[in-house]
């Protein structure tokens, strides 16, 4: 099988004027990013979402850089031939320093091909710092998990005309920064479809109908393994947590039946050489 090429940035950048859909999906580990590269994922996303997924915390708050990092190492690994993406998580940018240093960590250390801040209007000034410094970036906006506390919950953004015009002008800021792209998140879809059809960058959704240029998703949400709850945005695609259980517990009956391992699971011995140890402690036994 020849070996995949990665896409590149003009290649995103330019599908919004070729009209190809571009597919992301959220992943937190090797296999999950070996999956990607094999199922040819365009884009594979190290999300600070791995917070929940991975280490079953109520919210992507508690994800550090140290963890991020380690996460990024582990799906290039698992997909080397991917475009990969890295999320910088919460209160990794909340300064020009602290963007700049923690963004080169993506891609120097972590080997990502990208980073992902949070924010539009009011982060423009970190995103062109880190596009002039050489740094691909794109950002969030809509629903955007790190000011959750500030929107009282996971709620729907753009609702309403005014809110509708902030996020476009948090796209503008966006693509004035010099982001190859951008991630709306919880957006009513007509809204999502009439700002995408104003930009120049292409737009990928979660939640934002399919007027978007892509779509995202987390792994383990469409194939079923994360089960704690379930977004209206998430279509399950597979239910590995249901063959997971069903499997577990074929093991644990097999085990306690006392069918499991038989000989087929099992090594063997030369049967000269079993008799022989047999005969020593045997011996052993008698001293």
């Known amino acids: 099988m020849a070996e995949r090429k990665k896409r590149t940035i003009t290649e995103i950048r330019d599908s919004k004027r070729s009209g190809q859909k571009m597919v992301y999906m959220s992943v937190p580990d090797y296999t999950s990013a070996k999956w990607a590269e094999m199922a040819e994922v365009d884009v594979a996303v190290v999300g600070d979402s791995l917070a ?21 190492l582990a799906v290039r690994r698992g997909a080397p031939n991917t475009f990969v993406l890295g999320c910088m998580p919460y209160q990794s940018y909340n300064t020009v320093e602290r963007a700049l240093a923690n963004a080169t960590r993506f891609m120097q250390d972590a080997l990502c091909d990208a980073v992902k801040p949070q924010g539009g209007k009011s982060q423009a000034h970190i995103l062109k710092v880190l596009v002039d410094a050489g740094i691909p970036t794109a950002s969030h906006i809509g629903l955007t998990p790190h000011t959750i506390a500030m929107f009282g919950g996971f709620r729907i953004q753009g609702r309403t005309a005014q809110a509708a015009m902030k996020i476009l002008e948090d796209a503008l800021a966006i693509q004035d920064a010099g982001c190859f792209m951008l991630e709306f998140e919880a957006v009513p879809a007509k809204i999502a479809k009439v700002i995408s059809e104003q930009l120049e960058i292409p737009t990928i959704g979660i939640g934002a109908g399919a007027g978007t240029d892509g779509q995202i998703l987390l792994c383990y949400d469409l194939l079923g393994v994360f089960t704690d709850f379930k977004p209206k945005f998430t279509k399950r695609y597979a239910n590995l947590t249901e063959v997971a259980v069903n499997g577990i517990k074929a093991y644990v009956e097999d085990v306690k039946a006392g069918t499991f391992p038989d000989e087929e699971h099992s090594y063997t011995v030369d049967q000269k050489e079993y008799e022989k140890f047999l005969d020593m402690v045997e011996k052993r036994r008698q001293v």
């Open 52 to 72: 929940m997924v991975a280490h079953g915390h109520p919210s992507t708050i508690p994800a550090t850089m140290d963890m991020m990092v380690m996460h990024a």
